[in-house]
């Protein structure tokens, strides 16, 4: 199934729902209102036309000059496999993005719909700041309740892939000095 054909099914049952859409690149992909990506996600999942039930991964992208935040979720259908001699094959593959402001970036999570966006929504919350609402591997922060670090430690301060992230010049008394023999390293 084509990228267009996956985006026909979506807007004829999601309609303004999706908020844009290109297909004339690489990575063709559809763009979610926030508000309607967890219906959305269970769509694609059980739809017995799309039945995307592999999620690759979830990358998240900064853009900062929109001042928003991008969750971009990498979808596949597959054919299992018919016996442990043969691997599963695919049927499609498709991309969704979900724009949130920068002050604000809230996605209800979809853990509960493909279990890989349980540790890639960590991921997400951890290097760039999106919060996952609702994630089942939640801890209570300051701003309130946000999935739990994957990679940093638990009392990092900010998230490191942040296009304006300021990185530290020492964590813990153990200086973060990556220039070999300068006394002043600047990042």
């Known amino acids: 199934m084509t990228p267009e054909e996956i985006a026909d099914i979506l807007k004829d049952k999601f309609g303004d729902k999706l908020t844009g859409q290109k297909f004339e690149t690489a990575h063709p992909h559809v763009v979610v209102a926030r508000d309607a990506w967890h219906e959305v996600a269970v769509f694609l999942r ?9 999620l690759r991964c979830i990358s998240a992208v900064d853009l900062l ?36 402001p920068r ?9 509960d719909v493909w279990i ?21 591997d939640s801890v209570e922060g300051p701003q309130g309740p946000h999935p739990r670090r994957i990679l940093c430690p638990d ?10 992230y300021v990185f530290p010049m020492e ?4 200086p973060a ?8 390293p600047i990042h």
Not at 155 to 164: E, F, Q, S, T
């Open 116 to 136: 890989a966006a349980e540790w890639h929504e960590r991921e997400a919350y951890d290097l760039m700041g999106i919060v996952f609402d609702g994630h089942p």
């Open 177 to 184: 000095v990556t220039e070999h023999g300068q006394t002043r």
């Open 46 to 54: 059980n739809d017995e036309r799309l039945k995307f039930d592999m």
């Open 103 to 111: 002050d604000k970036p809230h996605i209800d999570s979809v853990a």
């Open 65 to 100: 000059e929109d001042e928003q935040f991008e969750a971009v979720y990498d979808l596949h259908s597959t054919n299992g496999a018919l016996n442990a001699a043969q691997n599963w094959t695919e049927r499609h593959e498709f991309c969704v993005r979900v724009r949130v």
């Open 171 to 174: 964590y813990n008394g153990i």
């Open 155 to 164: 009392d990092w301060v900010g998230h490191p892939l942040r296009k304006d």
